[in-house]
């Protein structure tokens, strides 16, 4: 049996659109040449954690460079992307990533936009 649904369109619109206002987005609160070094250390180590070697290349550093300065400079860009095929590293470097926002204590950031480094 096909039933019919009516739905009021800009009342459904109305009501997706109250939320809470879209924060801020996240920013590493150190140098770009220090968020360097952390995120290359914390790739190297997620890499020898998973048991394979780490090879360094120009593409790997220049994405690696990338990302950093997205992660330590202000945009109005919201979101990152990684592309790639197969075994480029996409997940290694979001793991890496993790594993240094963890251990570095950064969850989210304080009152007032500081992050407590």
Not at 62 to 68: A, T
Not at 79 to 101: E, R
Request: hydrophobic share 40%.
């Amino acid at each position: 049996m096909k039933t019919t649904l009516k739905i009021d369109v800009e009342e459904l619109k109305k009501s997706l659109l109250q939320r809470c206002p879209m924060k801020a987005r996240f920013k590493m609160p150190m140098s770009e040449e220090k968020a360097y070094a952390y995120l290359l250390a914390a790739i190297m180590a997620e890499v020898e954690y998973r048991h394979r070697i780490f090879c360094s290349n120009e593409d790997m550093e220049k994405q690696l460079q990338e990302m950093v300065h997205w992660l330590t400079t202000p945009s109005s860009h919201f979101g990152i992307l990684l592309c790639g095929g197969c075994g480029n590293g996409k997940s290694t470097m979001l793991k890496a990533f993790q594993q240094l926002l963890n251990a570095l204590h950064i969850h989210k950031p304080f009152e007032g936009g500081t992050y407590g480094i």
